[in-house]
């Protein structure tokens, strides 16, 4: 067997879909489609289900994934292992980088934060996967993943991020056209935005309930961009996170006494991930990054 072949199929299994992992690869689609499939015959078995999401593994390919990701892990442990001595001096670091992250902060504090350490570190490449679910270590789906649970389980660091608040909003001129919100029973005057219940990725998100909880929602969505969008359009009023809603001067605070809550963002990286420089420079940046905007995340 050409184990090259299984490298493909990490690659498919990371990204989801052929293009995703022909980017990673730096190759052609078709490449990677011929070495599936050359993978395949040589096991005699499908490894993938094609499905409208992408790329999704069979039962065959539930039950190889464990071997090839402990063959990757010893593919860090060598690549560790084949590091250069620098004398003291610290290497530049290369190669691919994958963060996966809570789609409001990747997009609102980390992404040009990120596209600016590329400027720094050229043969630096990232990935900054800014979704509104949640990631895999044990998949190998990221090298770090940034989530509001703290992981408890699998061979992992785990480190504090940060803690953030979000508040109650809603915008200036849909208030105005509303009465007075005085207490929480005055809420009931009033239209609502939230996430898709059944595809909430975190517990950690469910707060409206926590001050009031509405008969039916005037707009719901599995983005909380798309929830601020609504807000802003005057749809109704949301939980923001205040990092992003404390920035929009159409938007204000609703009972920010009662209506507020306090997150925490945690930080997490396979244990074998920490003897890899590239992995370690942007894991220490994203610590840097989190300390310098911490006056936004706790905006009160």
């Known amino acids: ?45 499908t490894l993938f289900v094609r499905d409208a999401a992408g790329h999704k593994l069979s039962a065959a390919g539930q039950q190889l994934l464990p071997a090839v990701q402990a063959m990757e892990k010893a593919a860090l442990s060598v690549e560790h292992a084949l590091q250069p001595a620098t004398g003291g001096a610290e290497a530049e670091p290369s190669g691919l980088v994958r963060i996966g992250v809570t789609e409001g902060l990747g997009t609102q504090l ?31 789906e ?42 929480s029973e005055d809420l009931r005057h009033h239209h609502f935005i939230h996430y898709v219940d059944d595809l909430l990725f975190s517990q950690e998100l469910q707060l409206l309930s926590q001050i009031y909880k509405p008969a039916r929602f005037a707009f719901r969505s599995t983005s909380i961009a798309a929830q601020y969008e609504a807000v802003r359009a005057g749809a109704g009023l949301a939980v923001l996170p205040a990092f992003m809603a404390d920035r929009d001067p159409t938007l204000t605070r609703v009972l920010p006494q009662e209506a ?27 610590k840097e990054v989190a300390r310098e905007r911490q006056a936004l995340l706790m905006s009160s």
């Open 1 to 45: 067997m050409d184990w090259d072949h299984l490298r493909f199929f990490a690659a498919v299994v990371h990204s989801g879909t052929l293009a995703g992992a022909a980017r990673t690869l730096g190759v052609e689609h078709t490449t990677v489609a011929r070495r599936i499939q050359t993978l395949e015959k040589m096991l005699g078995q």
């Open 110 to 140: 980390l992404a040009g934060a990120l596209a600016s350490l590329s400027v720094k570190h050229p043969q630096l490449s990232i990935d900054l996967l800014a979704l509104p679910r949640l990631l895999h270590l044990s998949r190998r």
């Open 142 to 183: 990221a090298d770090i993943v940034i989530s509001l649970e703290r992981p408890k389980r699998g061979t992992v660091v785990v480190s504090k991020l940060a803690d953030y608040k979000l508040y109650l909003y809603g915008e200036r001129q849909y208030l105005a056209r509303k009465p007075l919100v005085a207490s």
């Open 260 to 286: 507020q809550f306090l997150r925490t963002f945690w930080m997490s990286m396979p244990e074998e991930a920490k003897a890899v420089a590239r992995i370690q420079v942007v894991w220490k940046f994203l």
